[in-house]
């Protein structure tokens, strides 16, 4: 598990919004990699994208669950995608909308050949949730590369940080033999952001290194 550390982080150049798309196949040319991040409606997801991108308005925040209905994608330092997904669970929207929110996620994760890797958001704040493991429990079952990202730590004391990421990790090994990454994030202080564009810049080079290519 990723905490707060000091790291060699990726320099951020250029992070400039791409399109927004109702459909996964309006995404993006899958040619470079892509990372996504997801969650419930009201997981910080945007507040996280902004600080880890150092702009403040990059990812569009909002007091409204929901905001994000579309598939919105940034391109990163010209080489990588980082992708913003709706958020599922919760939202002030109609049943039906909320299953097309649904389909759309799920074609989008299922189909992404380029999508290298899943960063499942959640809040530090609570025990584990259903809504959560549930989403959790699909991503192993489909074989969906993800992590998981624990966000609003600075909303609590850091022993009780702690002992709800346990809560996690305990509840996960009762059906998953290993973890996932884990990284716990504070938007707010900007902490945990720097890891994950660690290891995105690890994982970038990787690929780069043994040749990947995302074509069909």
């Known amino acids: 598990m990723v905490y707060f550390s000091k790291i060699l982080k990726m320099v951020i150049k250029t ?53 994000t209905q579309l598939i919105n994608h940034f391109l990163v330092n010209d080489t990588w995608y ?52 549930e989403f959790i429990q699909w991503c192993g079952e489909s074989g969906v590369p993800f992590s998981i990202v624990f966000t609003k730590a600075d909303k609590l004391k850091p022993n009780m940080v702690i002992k709800n ?10 059906t998953w033999e290993d973890l996932p990454e884990l990284y716990v994030t504070s938007a707010e202080k900007k902490e945990g952001g720097d890891e994950i564009l660690n290891f995105i810049q690890k994982t970038n080079e990787f690929l780069t290194n043994n040749n990947v290519s995302f074509d069909e």
């Open 15 to 67: 992070a400039d919004f791409v399109k927004s798309s109702g459909k996964w196949q309006d995404c993006p040319e899958p040619k470079i990699p892509e990372y996504a991040f997801i969650g419930r409606s009201n997981v910080g997801k945007s507040s996280l994208i902004n600080a880890m991108m150092n702009k403040k308005d990059l990812a569009k925040t909002s007091q409204t669950p929901g905001k």
């Open 82 to 133: 980082l992708t913003d997904l709706p958020g599922y669970g919760y939202a002030k929207v109609s049943k039906s909308l909320r299953k097309d929110f649904e389909k759309l996620i799920t074609n989008y994760i299922l189909n992404r050949r380029n999508l290298v890797n899943l960063f499942v958001l959640v809040d530090s704040r609570h025990s584990p949730q259903k809504i959560d493991m």
């Open 165 to 174: 990421v346990e809560d996690y990790k305990n509840e996960l090994l009762k």
